[in-house]
């Protein structure tokens, strides 16, 4: 009896709240394999007493976060493509000059220069790369964003424009 008493007592602040809700949903749903749907989340709203307003408000601000989450993930994709290809580059011309280096003089001596070189470019381009942190990260992913954008936008155009003359 006791210890119910001091459950009764003990109060938490609304971040706690929500800590604790978060983390008791999550072990259901992972031990009943459950989903949950949108008349079930106005339901768990309703109870705690969250209008619909900003049920859906918040519905609209996660799905907006899942988006930028997702386009992050497209740009990282795109990043490591992009390095991938260099890389490749790198090792087929370092490749080349090795070769031609041992062929045209039986040794290895200024293609090593050019190898050191390279390699630099390359650590600091692999830096670049995995770096998903920092304002440089963050103009990079603007200027991506904003061309990715563009050709969305362009394409969607020229779509609405070849279909108005295949109906003509």
Excluded at 24 to 35: C, G, L, Y
């Amino acid at each position: 009896m006791k210890s119910n008493e001091s459950n009764n007592l003990r109060s938490y602040s609304q971040e706690e709240v929500q800590q604790i809700l978060q983390l008791a949903i999550a072990r259901q749903t992972v031990e009943s394999d459950q989903e949950f749907s949108y008349q079930q989340i106005m339901e768990i709203a309703s109870e705690l007493q969250i209008s619909p307003e900003l049920v859906k408000q918040a519905e609209s601000d996660w799905l907006t976060q899942q988006s930028e989450v997702q386009q992050r993930q497209a740009f990282d994709l795109y990043r490591r493509g992009k390095f991938k290809k260099r890389l490749g580059n790198y090792a087929i011309i370092n490749s080349f000059l090795i070769l031609a280096d041992f062929v045209g003089g039986g040794t290895l001596s200024w293609s090593l220069y050019i190898l050191i070189f390279c390699g630099l470019t390359i650590f600091l381009d692999i830096w670049n790369t995995f770096q998903s942190k920092g304002e440089d990260y963050e103009n990079a992913f603007q200027k991506w964003n904003r061309k990715h954008q563009i050709k969305q936008t362009i394409n969607t155009v020229l779509n609405k424009w070849f279909k108005g003359l295949q109906t003509h």
